[in-house]
């Protein structure tokens, strides 16, 4: 069994403050990671990936995440939040077991960027 | 075009009503899944498909009946609509599944479903 916690289910930051969207997950196999955004009314849009090569891992738009095994978690940071970044952002956890590519959802962290 | 397309974009039905929500990929795609999207609850999924011919139920099936007689196509039936099956849902489709693990997904813009 697979699952994934997005510990907060809103953030507000300040543009040009950075941004921090936690995740952990659990998984009985090795799994790939993902963080997805979804802008109001748009499907979703994948950021970055994590299978297995380099730990940090950096994704379009300034975003980046470091896969912390020991932690289990797969935290999504960004230097400089912009207000094009707010939007909702899931973090998804697939493993490569018999079940297929079952992909399991975080609940979602709605990121507001003020002014 | 290329790509993962889902019609139609919204849609109102009446309760009782049978509805079916199309998904067609032209990637060639060995698995695609379908998500419906609820506040509070993320995304979950219905039901999902590894190959044509072959389906299997995800977290909350019920209400709900898939085909996948073709691999571009994965329809999604309501076979009598209730109010509660109001939702976005979300069709994707992803690689095959061989290493490395590239299990990316790609998804669809989403349909819109009121049930009235």
């Known amino acids: 069994a697979q699952s994934v916690t997005q510990l907060d289910s809103h953030v507000s930051v300040s543009e040009g403050t950075p941004v921090l969207l936690r995740c952990n997950y659990s998984?009985?196999?090795?799994?790939?990671l993902f963080w997805y955004v979804q802008h109001p009314n748009k499907g979703l849009q994948l950021l970055l990936k994590y299978t297995s090569a380099a730990t940090l891992v950096k994704g379009i738009n300034g975003f980046e995440a470091e896969f912390k095994k020991s932690e289990t978690s797969f935290h999504l940071t960004k230097p400089s939040a912009h207000m094009s970044d707010a939007a909702e952002y899931f973090c998804?956890?697939?493993?490569?077991?018999?079940?297929?590519?079952?992909?399991?959802f975080g609940g979602g962290t709605r990121l507001m960027v003020k002014p | 075009d290329a790509g993962i397309t889902q019609s139609p974009r919204y849609k109102i039905t009446e309760t009782g009503r049978q509805v079916t929500l199309m998904c067609h990929q032209t990637?060639?795609?060995?698995?695609m899944f379908w998500y419906r999207q609820d506040l509070g609850h993320g995304l979950r999924l219905i039901y999902y498909s590894a190959a044509a011919d072959i389906t299997d139920k995800g977290e909350v099936p019920d209400g709900y009946v898939v085909s996948r007689s073709k691999t571009e196509n994965f329809p999604l039936t309501l076979e009598s609509a209730t109010r509660s099956q109001t939702s976005v849902y979300f069709c994707a489709s992803s690689f095959d599944r061989a290493p490395p693990l590239n299990t990316e997904a790609f998804f669809g813009q989403g349909t819109r479903l009121t049930v009235v």
């Open positions: 990637w060639s795609h060995s698995y």
């Open positions: 998984s009985s196999y090795s799994p790939s």
């Open positions: 998804v956890v697939t493993s490569n077991n018999n079940a297929g590519n079952m992909l399991t």
